[in-house]
């Protein structure tokens, strides 16, 4: 008799999802479609011939250790790398704080092992990165959206929102997937001032902080939760954060990392135990020998270089092509820029008639914890050409445009 296997499945699977995206960039693996629906790197820019070169090294040293078992915590001289570099002003870190994971994607999922239960609250922001809410979509808990107007913090309806104990804040303050924007510093030291009153633990996702293309960088949120305790030499902060090598070496090694109090770090070392055991030696320790050769410094350099200009291309496109009604962000770093239609359009709707032409985006409903803002789309700058993005964008203004015969409008850059 044939196994029903529908039957046999945990109740926790009616709660998964798949991703949005992971469905889309099935389609977009037809070379003639221009995609800025994928959060890909530039594969032009990953750094193969200095990979090769490390590979070679590492297995002529250490090619034993490399193909072996590790540690759960991770490469020890990884940890203490981590450690040392994210050590600055009065934080000061060791690789007790360090945890590595397979890809921050990982850590997302860990966090919910460790410390979400049914029914929980999460604070995030609205839209917010996808793969979070995927994370701890099946353990059953309920979000509501940190109170952002314009460029402030709402301060009398996040003290509300703190008062009902959420589990914790979620935010990406860097350049973040989906938006492209940042949390300026009133907004940072509001958040870590907030969070400290009512002791709710913020977790600091920062996965684009190093592709910055204009502006003074901003301290972490990590940095600033530690000036809350001038005078303590370890860590106290109620900050966990979060860092990966995917978007300055390469997604496809999968090096993550967390940043947290021992005693999270130890908690965290024995969900994942029962999850993947370690990480994979061999990708740490290419990691790690990568980070001393001091090729990382020139070569993030010229990743931001790289990605302004695409950065440039498109919104100096978007300018052109795009009709009045359609407004879009214009980030400072990352890889992401956030567009706004009309409130009648609907961008799913439209992205059949965009791949049509030859062309996709993410429409933008599966970001928003209420899945009810259908208006809104995501494009990646990163992974096309000068010449793709241009192509591409006027693919997609002659698209909008013949949505926009029914709607009105007035194009805004914010």
């Known amino acids: 008799m044939h196994t029903s296997w529908e039957s046999l499945y945990a109740q926790r699977t009616k709660l998964m999802q798949s991703s949005a995206i992971r469905e889309l960039l099935k389609v977009t693996q037809n070379p003639e479609i221009i995609s800025f629906a994928g959060g890909l790197p530039a594969p032009e820019l990953f750094p193969v011939n200095e990979v090769s070169e490390a590979t070679q090294r590492l297995m002529q040293t250490r090619g034993q250790q490399a193909l072996q078992y590790g540690p759960t915590e991770g490469y020890q001289p990884l940890r203490e790398y981590i450690a040392q570099s994210m050590s600055i002003g009065n934080l000061r870190l060791t690789a007790d704080n360090v945890l590595i994971t397979t890809g921050s994607q990982q850590a997302l999922y860990l966090l919910g092992l460790i410390f979400l239960d049914e029914g929980d609250t999460l604070l995030v922001d609205s839209p917010t990165y996808m793969g979070a809410l995927q994370a701890w979509v099946t353990f059953g808990v309920k979000y509501e959206t940190i109170p952002v107007q314009g460029e402030a913090l709402l301060e009398v309806e996040l003290e509300q929102s703190l008062e009902r104990h959420p589990k914790w804040i979620y935010t990406l303050p860097n350049f973040q997937n989906p938006s492209g924007l940042s949390l300026n510093m009133m907004q940072r030291e509001k958040l870590i001032t907030a969070t400290n009153r009512h002791s709710v633990p913020l977790i600091e996702d920062d996965p684009y902080g190093d592709l910055r293309f204009d502006g003074e960088p901003m301290p972490s949120m990590l940095q600033l939760a530690q000036q809350e305790h001038p005078g303590s030499q370890a860590y106290q902060g109620n900050v966990i954060y979060l860092g990966t090598f995917s978007k300055t070496i390469s997604p496809g090694l999968r090096v993550g990392w967390v940043i947290a109090p021992p005693e999270i770090i130890a908690k ?24 001393q050769s001091g090729f990382l410094t020139h070569h993030i350099e010229r990743i931001r270089t790289t990605y302004m200009q695409r950065r440039d291309v498109m919104l100096r496109a978007m300018q052109r092509h ?3 009604g359609v407004s879009w962000t214009h980030p400072q770093g990352g890889m992401f820029l956030w567009v706004t239609m009309a409130p009648g359009v609907d961008t ?21 914890p209420s899945g009810d803002v259908h208006n809104t789309m995501r494009l990646n700058f990163s992974n096309s050409t000068p010449e793709q993005i241009e192509e591409g964008i006027a693919r997609l203004g ?3 445009r013949e949505a926009y015969e029914t709607t009105g409008g007035s194009a805004v850059v914010v």
């Open 268 to 291: 965290m070392v024995q969900a994942k135990q029962g999850v993947d055991l370690q990480s994979s030696t061999y990708t740490q320790m290419l990691v790690y020998e990568m980070t």
């Open 322 to 324: 795009f009709p009045v």
């Open 348 to 368: 799913a709707v439209l992205l059949g008639k965009a791949i049509a032409q030859k062309v996709a985006f993410v429409p933008g409903v599966s970001f928003y």
């Open 398 to 400: 002659q698209v909008f």
